[in-house]
Antibody, heavy 122, light 108 residues
Framework: QVTLRESGPALVKSTQTLTLTCSFSGFSLSTAGMSVSWIRQPPGRALEWVALIDWDDDKYYSTSLKTRLTISKDTPKNQVVLTMTDMDPVDTATYFC??????????????WGPGTKVTVSS | SSELTQDPAVSVALGQTVRITCQGDTLRNYYASWYQQKPGQAPLLVIYNRNNRPSGIPDRFSASRSGNTASLTITATQAEDEGDYYCNSRVSSGNRWVFGGGTKLTVL
């Protein structure tokens, strides 16, 4: 059974750095084709893709956020870590991690964590 | 364009068929996946790999694509199908992903 779970602070202050951890089980990021992504959702708004790391340690970032983001993986621990610098109240959102599966022209986020709510205070 | 456009809201009578659409140039190159989200919950994948359903998703959910438009069709819609639906695909540059703005489905 594949599961993912996000963890991190519920509250951060403006200009601080946010560090979130995605802990997963049921698959390994050492397996070819596996990827884990971060996706966020501000209150009452749509999903927004944030970042992704794959089994080959390739990293991809949202164009609008890339200067503030770092994604990394700890394969033996089955964890993916996202850091986001210079937090602002507009970054208040629920942050999800999800596994990406599929082929290049038709992939999907097939399993999601429950999400972790992050509030940024000014 | 890297955007995916969805109608903000759609309603359907109980037991009827509804189609939710998603438009974007990237859909000419990549297939959309579809997610259902209920309040306070994480999104749930309902369609992947062109028109496949994960285990546990009823066969009343199906998908198609024509040109730059992807569609999710729900036949014999049930009350439990109410929720927000999001489409998602890669961006045309290949190594970024985008979600549509979401469609709120109301079952009357």
């Amino acid at each position: 059974q594949v599961t993912l779970r996000e963890s991190g602070p519920a509250l951060v202050k403006s200009t601080q750095t946010l560090t979130l951890t995605c802990s997963f089980s049921g698959f390994s990021l050492s397996t070819a084709g596996m990827s884990v992504s971060w996706i966020r959702q501000p209150p009452g708004r749509a999903l927004e893709w944030v970042a992704l790391i794959d089994w080959d340690d390739d990293k991809y970032y949202s164009t609008s956020l890339k200067t503030r983001l770092t994604i990394s993986k700890d394969t033996p621990k089955n964890q993916v870590v996202l850091t986001m610098t210079d937090m602002d109240p507009v970054d208040t959102a629920t942050y999800f991690c999800a596994r990406l599966r599929g082929d290049y022209e038709s992939d999907a986020f097939d399993v999601w964590g429950p999400g972790t709510k992050v509030t940024v205070s000014s | 364009s890297s955007e995916l456009t969805q109608d903000p809201a759609v309603s359907v009578a109980l037991g009827q068929t509804v189609r939710i659409t998603c438009q974007g140039d990237t859909l000419r190159n990549y297939y959309a996946s579809w997610y259902q989200q209920k309040p306070g919950q994480a999104p749930l994948l309902v369609i992947y790999n062109r028109n496949n359903r994960p285990s546990g998703i009823p066969d009343r959910f199906s998908a198609s694509r024509s040109g730059n438009t992807a569609s999710l069709t729900i036949t014999a819609t049930q009350a439990e199908d109410e929720g927000d639906y999001y489409c998602n695909s890669r961006v045309s540059s290949g190594n970024r992903w985008v979600f549509g703005g979401g469609t709120k489905l109301t079952v009357l």
